[in-house]
């Protein structure tokens, strides 16, 4: 049997791997599928005799891990579960004006917050380009532990759980202690235009060292659902 026809037999059991799973998201869920499969049939067979396991080669990592501990963190974080809702982003506000004064020109779903000057600006909107932007919603941690915040321009205000992380009003380094799966609000705010040259990119370094741009499957607009998550944590 195929991974794909697999992941069709048991997907109630992993979750929404349905038509809001990404690839790479399939993948993942394959990928358990069949290391379950390899399980429940190698337990059935004779104990093959033991035989000495060669060291495995280990690179170089990032923040002192390796190659190979870094990508089993990446793959915790892209595991598919009934518990684990998909991600959408964050949603975008952008206002006609600099410090989010006068009207809101649009209001849109970003799935990253990653953009060059242009800020993927409408073509039937090139009239009337945006002076400043506020990203709004919720963004989930897949593991427990540090995260440090980075944002592009510098000047730019990220908040995560009323903590303001970056710009002038920050009181701190932009590091944060996450619990796994939980949810917490996030706004990235950007007062002014971007600059020739300059990026609007929001990023983090995760617990096992790697940095990147925060994915579209941790970001999410503000829900009802979300919230009531949260309160049965505490």
């Known amino acids: ?5 697999l992941v069709s037999a048991v997907s109630p059991a992993l979750g929404p791997v349905g038509r809001f799973a990404s ?13 379950v499969t390899l399980v429940a049939v190698t337990a059935s067979l004779p104990a093959a005799p033991a035989t000495p396991a060669a060291a ?3 690179a170089p990592g990032v923040g002192g891990l390796s190659a190979i501990e870094t990508r089993r963190a990446d793959h915790r974080a892209q595991l598919c579960s009934s518990a684990n809702a998909v991600g959408v982003g964050l949603r975008g506000e952008y206002f006609a004006s600099a410090d989010f004064k006068g009207p809101i020109l649009l209001s849109r779903i970003d799935t990253v917050v990653d953009f060059d000057t242009s800020l993927d600006w409408p073509a039937d909107r090139k009239g009337k380009t945006p002076r400043s932007v506020r990203w709004s ?3 989930k941690a897949p593991l427990a532990g540090r995260y ?3 944002v592009q321009p510098a000047n730019a205000a990220v908040t995560v759980a009323n903590r303001v992380l970056t710009g ?3 009181d701190g380094p932009p590091v944060i202690e996450m619990a796994a799966g939980r949810f917490y609000p996030i706004t990235v705010e950007l007062a002014r235009p971007l600059r020739a040259g300059e990026v609007a990119r929001l990023e983090w370094t995760a617990p096992h060292g790697a940095r990147f741009v925060i994915p579209r499957q ?3 607009m503000p829900t009802e659902t979300v919230q009531a998550n949260n309160s049965a944590r505490r």
């Open 148 to 150: 440090t915040f980075h």
């Open 56 to 58: 495995p080669v280990v």
């Open 137 to 139: 919603g919720w963004v």
């Open 23 to 35: 690839p790479a998201r399939m993948r993942g869920c394959a990928a358990i599928v069949v290391g």
């Open 218 to 220: 941790s970001l999410f």
């Open 1 to 5: 049997m195929n991974p794909e026809t």
């Open 168 to 170: 002038a009003a920050a």
